[in-house]
C-alpha cells in the first residue's frame, strides 16, 4: 500500500515511514502543506495521513479541495484536537477517519488498512465468511459449520463489524466508535469482555479458534 | 499642556472652571441688560421731569413775561432737591438761576444736551463733591435770551454703582461657589476615582483577592466597579483553576513520568536481559497510555469549564444514551460478580451532547462497578435510573459499596482527589470532576449522596424544550 503522510514534524514522519516499511507499506513524507497538496493530487496514493496544523496550509482545507477536485482516496486525519466539535469538523471537511493525537502506532495502522479496504465489495455482500463461520446480514442469522449460532443484537453488530474486516486488525477504540458510536475512551477493559463473550460464543465447541486477539493492538477475525 | 496643575488635569475641575465663566458671561450680560434698561428709564423719567418743567415755566412766560418767568424759576429753584435752572443773555452770560457755572459749549445747543455735563451750584465748595453731571434741556427765548433746565444725574449713577457692585459681589460669590462645587463633587469623584486606580494596582500588583471598593451609592461609579469586580472574580475563578490544574499536572503526572523514566533507564542498564527489556517497554507503553488518558481528561474537563461551543449540542435521547452505556459495561460488571440493572423511563430527551453525556455516565458506572466489586457487600449491584421530575431530568447511579463519607463527598469531584480509600484502585481521579464539569456545561448539576451504605451519584439536567 502507498501513503502519503502530511506532517510536519519530522521526527514522527520519520518513524512513521520507518514502521510502515515494516508492516510491508511504502510512505512518502511531505513536511508541509502546499507540497503534500500537491503529491496528493498526482493520485498515485492508496491512503492519506495528514496532519490537522500544517505549515503553509492546514490539513482540512487540502482535504476539502481534494474532495471537491473528485479525489476520492481515502484521509485519515491526525490532530492534537481532539475534543468532539473538532473531530466533526474534520469529517465534515471530508475525512475518512480522526485520531488524535499522541496515538499508537498500531491504531493507525489498524486504522489506515481498514481504510484503504473501505471501499471494497464488503458493503453491497450480504453474507460474511471466514473460514466455517458464515453472517447473514439480512436474516441476521450466524452458522459456524451449520450450527446454528443465537447472538444479542450488539454482539450481532460486533461480529459483523470484525467480518466486515476480517484479515485485519481492529482496535478496541474502532471497535467503541463503530460498534457502539462513541468515541470517547473507555477506561476499563469493557470492550475486551464483550468480545470474550462473543468469542465463547463463536469459539466453544469448536476447534480452531477464528478471533484472535493481536497483542499491544486489537483484534482480528481470521481462518488459519 | 505642559506644567498644568494635577488639579486642572481632572475633569470635575475642568468642568467647574467652564461652568464658572460661563456663568460670569450670563450674569455679566444680564446685569449690562438690567442697568442700561434701568438706566434708559430714570433717563426718561428725568427727560419728562424736565420737559413738564419747560412747560410750566413757559406758561409763566406767556402770562407775564420775562419777569414772570424768572420769579417762577426763582420759586422753583429754592426748593430743596431741585433741578437746574439757568436765564442767560445771548453771550452766555448768566443773569438768573441756581447754576454757578456750566461747561463751556453747552448753552450753544438746542433742545436736549446730547450728553451729560459738568456743572456747578451756587454756594457749593469748589472741591472735588462739588462737581455734578446733568442733563438739561436748552431753549432760545424769543428775546434771544437762553433758558437751562435741567436734572441732576446723581441719582443714575448712584444706582449704577449699586449695580455695580452687586455684579462684583454676585461674581465673587459665583467664584466661591464654583470653588465648594469643585470641592464636594470634584475631589469626591477625584478621590474615588484615586481608590479605584490605588486597588486597581494593587490587583495588578499581585493581589488577585482584592476588590474595587463600592460606596453603595448605586451611581455610575458602583455599576463601574460592580462589573469590574465580576470580571476579577471570573478571573480569578479561572486562574484559581489554572494554578489548581498546574499543581495538580505537577503532581500526578510526573509521579509516572518519573516511574516511566526510571524504568527505561533500568531497562537500558540490563540490555543483556531481552524478557525483562521487553517487560519493560510494555509497561513504559501502558503508563504512557495512562498518562495520554489523564492528559485528554485534564485537557477535556478545561475546555468544558472554558465553555464548549453551542454548536455541539442537540435533541439527544438520555433514554438511549443510559441503555447504551449499561449495554457496554453489562459484561464487565458480570464478570467482576456486579450486578448491573437499568431502570430507565422511556425517551427521555434533552438538549445536550450524547458523546459528554455518555462518556461522564460511563465514568460514574465504570467507578460504581468497581467500589461496588472492592467493597464488602456480598452480593454486589449497581442501578441505574432515569427520572423526570417536574422541572429536571434525574439520572442517577447507585452502588452498594463503601459509599463516600459525608464529609468527602464535596471533594469527591474536584480534580485528581482519589479518597484513600481508593487510592488503590487505578484510574485518573478525574472521572467525577469530568462528570460534574461535563453536568455544569449542560447547566445541570452532580450530586453525590447515600444513606446507609453506597454511593448514588445523580446526574441532575434541567428539563429539555421536549420535557
Known sequence: MKILVIEDDREAAGFMKKAFAEAGHTADIAPDGESGFALAETGSYDVFVIDRMLPRRDGLSII???????????ALILSALGEVDDRVTGLRAGGDDYLTKPYAFSELLARI????????AKDIETVYRVGD???DRLSHAVRRGGQEITLQPREFRLLEYLMRHAGQVVTRTMLLENVWDYHFDPQTNVI????????????????????HTVRGAGYMLRAD | MPAMPAIMKTTAARLSALYLILFAICAVVLVIYVTSLSVRMITAQTQEAIAEEVSGLGRAYQRGGLPTLVRAMEMRARQPGANLYLITDPNGLILSGNVESIQPGVLDTVGWT?????YRRYGEDSGENSRHTAVAQVIRLPNRMILLVGRDLG???????????A?????????????LIWFFVGRRALKRIDNVSAASRQIMGGDLSRRLPVSGAGDEFDRLSENLNAMLDRISALNEGLKQVSANIAHDLKTPLTRLRNRAEAALNRREDEAACREALEQTIAESDQLIRTFNAILMISRLEAGYSAETTKTVDLSAIVA????????????MGVELKAEAEVAVRIDGNRELIGQALSNIVDNAIKYSAGGANESPAVSVTLQKHAGAVRLTVRDNGPGIPEADRERATERFVRLEASRTQPGSGLGLSLAKAVMTFHGGRLELSGDGEGLSVAMVFPAGKNG
Open chain 1, 64 to 74: 476539502a479541495e481534494l474532495r471537491s477536485k473528485g479525489n476520492a482516496t481515502p
Open chain 1, 113 to 120: 488498512e481498514v481504510l484503504k479496504r473501505r471501499a471494497g
Open chain 1, 133 to 135: 463461520l458464515e453472517l
Open chain 1, 192 to 211: 475486551d469482555v464483550h468480545i470474550s463473550r462473543l468469542r465463547g460464543k463463536i469459539e466453544r465447541g469448536f476447534d480452531k479458534p477464528v478471533l
Open chain 2, 114 to 118: 446730547d450728553r451729560p455735563f459738568a
Open chain 2, 155 to 165: 441719582e443714575p449713577e448712584r444706582f449704577r454703582n449699586v449695580v455695580r457692585n
Open chain 2, 167 to 179: 455684579l462684583m459681589a454676585a461674581l465673587g460669590m459665583m467664584g466661591f461657589g464654583a470653588l
Open chain 2, 324 to 335: 447504551d452505556v449499561v449495554e457496554l459495561y453489562e459484561p464487565a460488571a458480570e464478570e
